[in-house]
């Protein structure tokens, strides 16, 4: 499958404080990306539609204004996220739409704690 | 979007063939069958997926019942690095979302 980067893989912040995480796609441009975040012992759950070139597009419940997506190049999608607090302490996990548009490819994942 | 029910988990025995059912009775006529699975403190990564026919690639076969009110995914002989959760995902023609559920976390005994 085609390879899809992180950065970083792990962070610890306070709370307050803004942490931004890449996703790179790196075998292919990809104009639709998406970030989930998933809970210790729970399920993946769907933040956001990244578009190349566009605003995002945040599931329901999803604060657009805590976390913020960009994505400025067919390569690379940020997720930042804004005055962190311990409750935002999870997995945050980015994919890149297959150019087949008929699956994903998943990053490896960033873990976020919020002290 | 339609639901899919599958069991909590499952364990086989490695180099033995592994069955992972999934029920889902609401399917639509357009909806895909999509498996992913999750290795411990990793991303998801694509297993395989289908409309109507069985499906067959390098790492798994998907059946899928002639009704479509169920599928199952068989990994023809578990390894250890099998051991993970799986994800059975239906995904409606023309979506690009995935909807993840529980899933069925795969153990596998050497």
């Known amino acids: 499958g085609a390879v899809v980067s992180q950065h970083p893989s792990r962070v610890i912040c306070k709370s307050g404080t803004s942490v931004k995480i890449e996703c790179r796609s790196l075998?292919?441009?990809?104009?639709?990306m998406f970030w989930y975040r998933q809970f210790p012992k729970k399920s993946l759950m769907l933040m956001a539609t990244s578009n190349e070139g566009s605003k995002a597009t945040y599931e329901q419940g999803v604060e657009k204004d805590k976390f913020l997506i960009n994505h400025a190049s067919l390569t690379l999608s940020t997720l930042t996220v804004t005055s962190a607090h311990p409750e935002d302490s999870s997995f945050y996990i980015c994919s890149v739409l297959a150019p087949t548009q008929e699956t994903q490819y998943f990053g490896p994942g960033t873990r976020l704690l919020v002290l | 979007d339609a639901k899919t029910t599958q069991p909590n988990s499952m364990e086989s025995n490695e180099e033995e063939p592994v069955h992972l059912p999934c029920n889902h009775s609401t399917i639509s006529g357009t909806d895909y069958i999509h498996w992913y699975r999750q290795l411990p403190s990793q991303g998801p990564e694509y297993v395989i997926h289908g409309l109507t026919s069985n499906v067959n690639n390098r790492m798994a076969s998907l059946a899928i019942a002639e009704d479509r009110k169920s599928s199952t995914l068989i990994l023809h002989r578990a390894t250890l690095r099998d051991a993970a959760v799986y994800y059975c995902?239906?995904?409606?023609?023309?979506?690009?979302?995935?909807?993840f559920g529980k899933g069925t976390k795969l153990t596998v005994n050497p």
């Open positions: 075998d292919f441009q990809a104009t639709t």
């Open positions: 995902i239906l995904v409606p023609g023309g979506s690009e979302k995935l909807v």
